[in-house]
């Protein structure tokens, strides 16, 4: 299915944020957390594909004031990112998720995230349990935390309550397997929600990127999985009954 979009850059609440829905907008949503380009042309792609399906989607722009975007350096942006603080970027993700249930009017939201946006939708999901879904992609969870992941993304993601869609690439050289498994333990731990792990046999970390398909691999991986990730939020956030809990 594809409808028609409407897509701009928009603030809310102080935040930066790239909105893309059908006309009129949707009782679905998907927040989007970005890899470490924020809201580069990929990203926006990303969007208006879901936005396609039928779906809200709204993306968090990690670098509130600065350019980032795909031209930045990506020096620049790793130092950026360092400089991130966990409890900060989940508040900043909880506004908008309220935007989207607000005045965006969707009944289901979820989120999806890639590289180090994928560490942050398993965080956001396992405090704020009125998400219909978790999307991580590859997510950034380095067998040793980085000085500023204050937050355990495994601890966070045994909270989960939602279906948990998981996506790893075994030759990911930022996230070793031992951590993925302990990821995957955590998922096959929780007493609610679905888990769908997807192992990609010599993809690449980051395999989605544009600028990772020269090696076939990570494009294969992409080609194969975004069909069925669009699948996966359509099917969470588009049917059902609205989702209750906590923030």
């Given amino acids: 299915m594809s409808v028609d979009i409407e897509n701009s850059l928009i603030t809310v609440d102080g935040l930066n944020a790239y909105l893309s829905r059908p006309p009129g907008g949707s009782t679905g949503g998907m927040l989007l957390l970005p890899m470490i380009a924020g809201i580069g042309k990929q990203l926006r792609e990303f969007a208006d594909d879901i936005a396609s399906a039928g779906v809200t989607a709204l993306s968090w722009d990690p670098w509130q004031g600065r350019p980032g975007g795909d031209e930045t350096p990506f020096d620049v942006l790793s130092r950026w ?4 603080d966990d409890q900060s970027c989940l508040q900043e993700m909880s506004r ?3 935007h989207l249930f607000g005045e ?8 999806i995230g890639w590289c180090m946006g994928g560490r942050f939708a398993l965080l956001l999901a396992g405090r704020d349990h009125r998400l219909a879904n978790v999307v991580a992609y590859h997510p950034t969870v380095p067998g040793t935390p980085a000085p500023n992941h204050t937050i355990d993304a495994v601890g966070a993601t045994a909270e ?3 279906p948990v869609m998981m996506l790893y690439p ?3 050289n930022l996230v070793p397997r031992k951590s993925f498994q302990r990821l995957e333990a955590a998922l096959l731990s929780r007493a ?9 046999p010599g993809a690449e970390h980051g395999f989605s990127a544009r600028n990772r398909h020269g090696n076939p691999v990570n494009k294969a991986a992409y080609d194969l999985s975004w069909p069925q990730v669009i699948a996966f939020i359509r099917a969470t956030t ?4 609205p989702r209750t809990g906590t923030a």
């Fill in 170 to 172: 075994s030759a990911d």
């Fill in 238 to 241: 588009l049917a059902g009954t």
């Fill in 104 to 111: 965006l009017g969707c009944d289901r939201v979820g989120t």
């Fill in 96 to 98: 908008l998720a309220d």
């Fill in 160 to 162: 989960v309550t939602a």
């Fill in 81 to 84: 990112m360092s400089e991130l």
């Fill in 192 to 200: 609610a929600g679905p888990s769908l792990i997807h192992f990609y």
